[in-house]
């Protein structure tokens, strides 16, 4: 494994631990094994860190939700929590740390929700044969909320959440 990637996969489970702000970097470089300087070689400083260890997520994340369904995207979801665990969004839960501030971690934190709209813009068109962006909307909010949600419910939140947005789904085609 090369440094940066021990790097990232070092500082992930830092961060999802102990949470960004009280993750130092001193801590950071014992437990990856390596010096200040490389630490800042390779990200500049903490929020070039963050912000590397958000696209790294986001990277992982979006390559398993390439669905075209709703059922898909949900049972990918659960799959996601398998892999990676249920503890919330990590991009909101770093823009929330740096209390929104910090501009390369709320536009990390954008590009991710962004990417996750335009899936489930193409999911609503394959689902019912048309835009509908309110029905996106009502999807990402379901989405979004099974993942926070699986924190104290576990997977059941997605399915919850699947059976939801079939519904609003069918009422969709009927209209």
């Known amino acids: 494994m090369d440094i940066r990637t021990r790097l990232l996969e070092t500082a992930e489970q830092l961060f999802e631990r102990h949470g960004f702000t009280a993750t130092g970097m001193d801590r950071l470089t014992s437990a990856a094994g390596i010096s200040s300087r490389t630490l800042y ?5 903490k929020n070039g860190l963050i912000v590397a260890v958000m696209n790294e997520r986001d990277r992982r ?3 398993l939700m390439k669905t075209d369904s709703i059922d898909a995207l949900f049972t990918t979801l659960q799959t996601w929590f398998t892999q990676e665990g249920a503890r919330g969004c990590l991009s909101l839960r ?10 390369e971690i709320a536009e990390a934190m954008e590009r991710h929700k962004q990417r996750l709209r335009e899936r489930i813009d193409a999911i609503v068109l394959a689902e019912i044969g048309r835009h509908d962006t309110e029905l996106a909307e009502a999807i990402q909010l379901l989405f979004e909320g099974a993942i926070h949600a699986a924190t104290y419910r576990g997977g059941d939140a997605a399915q919850a959440a699947r059976r939801t947005a079939h519904r609003l789904a069918d009422l969709a085609r009927a209209a």
């Open 41 to 45: 070689k390779h990200v500049g400083n």
């Open 61 to 63: 994340f979006h390559r």
């Open 94 to 103: 770093a823009w929330g740390e740096t209390g929104g501030g910090v501009p």
